[in-house]
């Protein structure tokens, strides 16, 4: 048997357990949340990242990580994000995530950023109602002269 296999048997087994012990430690703990031998959902849920880590290996989770990295930012863009807030977030540096951001999205964080932005600010700008500097705000540009030159 060659090393790679060992590997892929052991890896897998140890996902197993982690996902068997994540849910028998649910079924125990259902409606005993004092219970000393309750173990929070978010330890359980490490556990289980890490195995999934172990499993599919790093290039998966750092996927995983970006397309949440995406998700935030579809979800925030109206907020006043950067490289740095989005990485205290995640705990990692904005260096790192910014590399990793462009090697997996394509594009950079920030005109991913502002194509959300304007994506948004289209839908917007189509009530006749709305003006410029409000859209432009609502977006997340807090100038609308800059938001005029995006």
Known sequence: MTAQKKREILTGGIAALL???????????RGHREAPYFLPVSLL???????????????????????????YLEDNYMFDLSLDSVGEILH??????????????????????????????????ADPFRSSAEVASMVGYEDASYFARA
């Open 19 to 29: 996902i068997v012990c994540a849910v028998a430690a649910q079924i125990i703990t």
């Open 92 to 125: 990692i540096s904005p260096a790192y995530l910014s590399a990793q951001f462009k090697k997996y999205q394509k594009m950079n964080f920030l005109d991913c950023l502002t194509e959300l932005r304007i994506n948004a600010a289209k839908e917007l700008l």
């Open 45 to 71: 849920r490490s556990f289980i990242y890490i195995g999934l880590m172990m499993w599919w290996g790093i290039s998966l989770w750092q996927r995983i990580i970006q397309t949440q990295v995406r998700r």
